[in-house]
Antibody
Framework: QVQLQESGPGLVKPSETLSLTCTVSGGSISSYYWSWIRQPPGKGLEWIGYMHYSGRNNYNPSLKSRVTISIDTSKNQVSLRLNSVTAADTAVYYC?????????????WGQGTLVTVSS | DHQMTQSPSSLSASVGDRVTITCRASQSINSYLNWYQQKPGKAPKLLIYAASSLQSGVPSRFSGSGSGTDFTLTISSLQPEDFATYYCQQSYSTPSSFGQGTKLEIK
């Protein structure tokens, strides 16, 4: 059974870069798409983007200029980098397996990690 | 971009009630509509994919229907563990987008 675990700093200063890692266990990262999704406290869900092990990716236009998603198949990890952060980027960040080639649903999800942007 | 609108935003119901939540897309998304349940402090959980397919392990009291622009999630007989927030998500085109959520509370 595939499990996902996000990790990274819980506090990032404004204008700096948010960096998170999602470690996938119980299955290979290859052959699947992997998405990052975020949720500001008390608010709804926002898709950030996806990455495929082949290198194919797609980002939400609202974040595209600031976001990079990468995959390390040797470590079975998916990483997220979001630069020039502001308080508006404070959110719980989730990674999820993306059934993009089947229909685009997200399952399973990691437990999420809260990132606060504050000086 | 496809905008997803859920109704109602909140709903009070009792154990045993039949509940329906609606999701409307701004443009046709065929059957590329998925439903999630989220409990406080937890990640969303996939309930229904492709509008009407029940995810493995999800109780059969959950069902989904619709195509095009109008979709529904129905819980046939509410159980105590069903009180949560529900989100729809369109996967017809990128950027994928979610409804604003429907909070289901105990009456």
């Amino acid at each position: 059974q595939v499990q996902l675990q996000e990790s990274g700093p819980g506090l990032v200063k404004p204008s700096e870069t948010l960096s998170l890692t999602c470690t996938v266990s119980g299955g290979s990262i290859s052959s699947y798409y992997w998405s990052w999704i975020r949720q500001p406290p008390g608010k709804g869900l926002e898709w950030i983007g996806y990455m495929h092990y082949s290198g194919r990716n797609n980002y939400n236009p609202s974040l595209k200029s600031r976001v990079t998603i990468s995959i390390d198949t040797s470590k079975n990890q998916v990483s997220l980098r979001l630069n020039s952060v502001t308080a508006a980027d404070t959110a719980v960040y989730y990674c999820a397996r993306d059934a993009f080639s089947s229909g685009g649903w997200f399952d399973p999800w990691g437990q999420g990690t809260l990132v606060t942007v504050s000086s | 971009d496809h905008q997803m609108t859920q109704s109602p935003s909140s709903l009070s119901a009792s154990v045993g009630d039949r509940v329906t939540i609606t999701c409307r897309a701004s443009q046709s998304i065929n059957s590329y509509l998925n439903w999630y349940q989220q409990k406080p402090g937890k990640a969303p959980k996939l309930l229904i994919y492709a509008a009407s397919s029940l995810q493995s392990g999800v109780p059969s009291r959950f069902s989904g229907s619709g195509s095009g622009t109008d979709f529904t999630l129905t819980i046939s007989s509410l159980q105590p563990e069903d009180f949560a927030t529900y989100y729809c998500q369109q996967s017809y085109s990128t950027p994928s987008s979610f409804g604003q959520g429907t909070k289901l509370e105990i009456k």
